[in-house]
């Protein structure tokens, strides 16, 4: 698949800092992805910003464990 290759050519120099950046973002008073896995618990994450707001935060981190299952299986 093209998105695969792609993903392949991304160094890892790249990820691994935007990962932490955007899983810490922003850094006060609390990062979003702690303030958001709160309301999931709670049962109020419920408003179409919070969801693309959690998934926008952890995309990065997504693609990089994708990235780095693809590198383990080759």
Excluded: Q, W
């Excluded at 792609?6 to 979003?32: G, Q, R, S, T």
Aim: hydrophobic share 55%; net charge positive.
């Amino acid at each position: 698949m093209a998105a695969m290759s792609i993903l392949d050519n991304i160094p890892y120099a790249i990820f691994i800092p935007l990962a932490i950046f955007l899983l810490l973002a922003p850094f006060v008073p609390e990062p979003h992805v702690v303030e958001k896995f709160r309301m999931l618990k709670a049962g109020t994450l419920k408003r179409p910003l919070d969801i693309f707001d959690l998934c926008f935060h952890l995309l990065p981190s997504l693609l990089l464990c994708v990235k780095g299952i693809r590198d383990i299986l080759r």
